[in-house]
């Protein structure tokens, strides 16, 4: 069963910047047609932040664009959010994800990594 690892979340302070890292561990028989990340802030919904598809196609939300970059290493089945000018909006839990269509259902989550941003 691959499993998707995150890490590098933390707490920054506004305007301050991360970088989040996926690895899928038990690396899977072929690359992943998609990857990306979601946030789930506290009382909502687990909504997308950016996504990258196998050729390299990406789509970023749009309180994201602008600051945020995706990229991915197909070999190594991993995928790294850059996060810059970090907002206090930006804080939730960040979950990795992966699979055939962005977010649906069977693709694969990670267990989430927190990001706080403080004001």
């Known amino acids: 069963q691959v499993q998707l690892v995150e890490s590098g979340g933390g707490l920054v302070q506004t305007g301050g910047s991360l970088r989040l890292s996926c690895a899928a561990a038990s690396g899977p028989s072929r690359p992943f047609n998609v990857m990306g990340w979601y946030r789930q802030a506290p009382g909502k919904q687990r909504e997308l932040v950016a996504k990258?598809?196998?050729?390299?196609?990406?789509t970023y939300a749009d309180s994201g664009k602008g600051r945020f970059f995706i990229s991915r290493d197909i070999v190594n089945s991993t995928v790294d959010l850059h996060m810059n000018s970090l907002k206090p909006e930006d804080t939730g839990v960040y979950y990795c994800n992966a699979g055939p269509v962005a977010g649906a259902p069977g693709s694969l989550w990670g267990q989430g990594t927190q990001v706080t941003v403080s004001s």
């Open positions: 990258i598809t196998r050729i390299g196609i990406t």
